[in-house]
């Protein structure tokens, strides 16, 4: 009988998986577009390629007509190891200044080809970036295109300036998404936005988060789309295939899903970007797979080209979760999930079948590289790379890759299979036949009305009713005739500037509404709460007061008492709402809405269809006792909060009129 070694297994899994992923494609076209701004074009009869390496003949690799694998076979045979470590590594986005691209630029000289981009720059400047950062790429020895990266661009949480002319379609948060309950819709989303992406250049996302909310005090709740794995693992489906389309193309948004094997996991909030946060202890038996695995098993059978590992790693003081066991002694090796074989090799690649690549979250193996700090730079990059991590972000020297491999802690096989993995997804997505961009064509596709039309019908589809008092909702017609509202926002700016703009919008969209600047002169109130955490303050609280953003909670309950008011809250979090919930008329939850479409909810132009998300916490003491690798309904039933009807703000709640 011939026994086969476990870690042999899994390296005949591996080329199967690589044989799978680099099924031989020819270009979709027969005579793509090809543009070249520093090298010559070879045509050849009626068809044009770009001559990258500038040596006046064609190469595979410049060679549409090729398969992909052939293509790259070609293209690594000519990289040298340095060329493919920089490769593996992405950094910020170079330097801009007076509109140009600053130059030289040292990661550009490292043969580093994926940028992180956070600009908030109009799509037609981010195109002509984009455009120059290419032609200095294509200026290299190989000419080897450049991958632009971003985090999620079409809310208000990460774009404060989303609404200014030639941002992309602004839509509700990803909880608004979840709030919506139509997966469908966050496919057409996708689907929208991948246009506006592609059009400026931008053709790789970090998102969306796959990641289960289990734990209220987690800050990064409002990047999630809520509690429940099923409505995670459909929403998180449909967005890959609308921004990626059924086979990643010229036209795809290649997308990389966080953060694996589930984020939500906390203790008391606490974030792995700080120590006191590094690992995720399961104490429920079978957690992990119940809760945080299916939207992961989701996004690999919608096909997300990447998977992003979270920083932190597993603790053995966990309850058994039913895993392979990392030894006799221990179930887990304490080690970052980047850097965990059994969590990539052995569980992402071999049990759930990823045929993709692993990014790194940024800094993950120089910084929070938990469990493995002991180890030189050096051993922690073999260690990733052994452990199945194939391209690493927040790396600005690639040296130590380079000298783990002349080392011999990694083979230069590892690193040419994950070079492999990368140069796929560039020629897939078409960068190099023609990486450049129109900017007009991206700005008028940027400010496509039709777009934000769409986006808003998500807008109001994502508004969540949760009470409503002797039926003071909707503001109709007949009623708002007799209606005097008071408008304030929380927090106000400086000046009161955030709540005059609530109140100039509000008249601009419903002249029939009379606002009145007095509270005496008031019949009614409306008051839009936004507390809001910063994870990088590391102080995890439900609480909406001064940490939070809200210093007059004292004034929202006064305003409460003296006339019926309209109270929304925003929920980037589900906040403890027990002191300024129980005196409102009614109450509304936002995710990131746009004003006018709560203004239509409330004077009933939309019935509100909206469900709650997650689950909200009664009290403190339940928030102290709540478990944090469980939604909040499979907590205790004390857990959920009650409003003075009766109603329980549990998942899956809202009203309609």
Do not use: C
């Not at 990289?79 to 130059?103: A, F, H, R, S, W």
């Not at 998102?207 to 929403?235: K, Q």
């Amino acid at each position: 009988m011939v026994t086969i070694s476990r870690n042999s297994i899994r390296f005949i899994v591996a080329i199967l998986v690589s044989m799978q992923f680099f099924v031989p494609q020819v270009h979709a076209q027969n005579n793509p577009e090809v543009e070249t701004r520093n090298k010559a074009i070879l045509t050849i009869g009626e068809k044009r390629y770009r001559d990258l390496n500038d040596n006046g003949k064609l190469d595979p690799y410049e060679n549409w007509e090729l398969s992909i694998e052939e293509r790259i076979e070609n293209l690594l045979s000519q990289m040298t190891l340095e060329e493919k470590v920089g490769l593996m590594t992405i950094n910020e986005y170079p330097e801009i200044k007076d509109n140009k691209l600053v130059l030289p630029n040292k990661f550009l000289n490292q043969h580093t080809r994926y940028f992180i981009f956070r600009g908030t720059q109009g799509a037609d400047v981010i195109t002509n970036y984009n455009n120059e950062l290419q032609a200095a790429a294509e200026s290299s020895r190989l000419g080897i295109p450049v991958v632009v990266i971003s985090n999620p661009r079409n809310h208000i949480s990460g774009m404060p300036n989303i609404e200014e002319s030639g941002q992309f379609s602004y839509w509700p948060d990803t909880l608004g998404f979840a709030a919506t309950r139509e997966s469908n819709l966050a496919k057409e989303f996708g689907q929208i936005a991948a246009k506006e992406w592609t059009s400026t250049g931008i053709r790789k996302m970090y998102g969306y988060s796959a990641d289960v909310a289990t734990d209220p005090l987690w800050a990064r709740v409002e990047e999630t789309f809520g509690e429940h794995p099923e409505l995670v693992s459909g929403m998180i489906s449909n967005i890959i295939k609308g921004f990626q389309g059924d086979v990643l193309n010229e036209n795809s948004v290649s997308l990389t899903t966080r953060h694996y094997p589930g984020g939500g996991v906390r203790t008391d909030g606490k974030d792995p970007h700080f120590k006191e946060g590094q690992s995720n202890i399961y104490p429920t038996p079978g957690s992990l797979l119940k809760y945080h695995m299916p939207p992961f098993q989701a996004a690999i059978e919608a096909e997300t080209t990447a998977m992003m590992p979270y920083y932190a790693f597993p603790s053995n003081d966990s309850a058994a979760q039913n895993l392979p066991p990392f030894s006799a002694e221990q179930q887990f090796e304490e080690v970052a999930f980047a850097l965990n074989e059994n969590f990539i090799n052995g569980y992402l690649r071999d049990k759930l079948h990823f045929l993709g690549y692993v990014n790194s979250d940024t800094s993950a193996i120089i910084d929070r590289a938990w469990g493995a700090q002991n180890l030189s730079l050096e051993e922690r990059f073999a260690k990733a790379i052994n452990a199945g991590t194939n391209i690493f972000s927040g790396v600005p020297n690639p040296d130590p890759i380079i000298s783990a491999v002349n080392q011999g802690l990694v083979k230069e096989e590892s690193i040419n299979r994950s070079v492999k993995y990368l140069l796929t997804e560039m020629m897939k997505l078409g960068q190099f036949e023609n990486p450049y961009k129109d900017p007009a064509e991206a700005l008028a596709i940027a400010n496509d009305p039709v777009s934000q039309e769409i986006a808003d019908e998500a807008h109001r589809k994502s508004v969540v009713l949760l009470r409503n008092d002797n039926n003071l909702l909707p503001l109709n017609d007949e009623k708002v005739k007799n209606v005097k509202l008071y408008v304030e926002k929380f927090p106000s700016g400086e000046n009161g500037e955030e709540t005059k703009k609530l109140k100039a919008r509000i008249r601009n969209y419903d002249k029939s509404i009379t606002i009145v600047d007095s509270l005496e002169n008031a019949t009614h109130a409306f008051i839009w709460v936004l507390p809001w955490q910063n994870l990088f303050k590391n102080n995890p609280t439900l609480v909406i007061g001064p940490d939070t953003g809200i210093d007059q909670v004292e004034r929202i309950m006064e305003i409460q008492k003296k006339i019926p008011t309209i109270t929304a809250i925003n929920m980037s979090n589900p906040w403890l709402i027990d002191k300024i919930e129980p005196n409102a008329a009614a109450v509304i939850s936002t995710f990131g809405v746009k004003p006018e479409a709560l203004v239509d909810v409330i004077r009933g132009k939309f019935n509100p269809t909206g469900r709650l998300p997650f689950t909200i916490p009664a009290t403190q003491e339940a928030v102290n006792n709540e478990v944090g690798d469980i939604p909040g309904y499979d907590e205790v039933p004390a857990y959920t909060y009650r409003d003075k009807n009766g109603n329980r703000y549990g998942y899956n709640f809202g009203l309609s009129y």
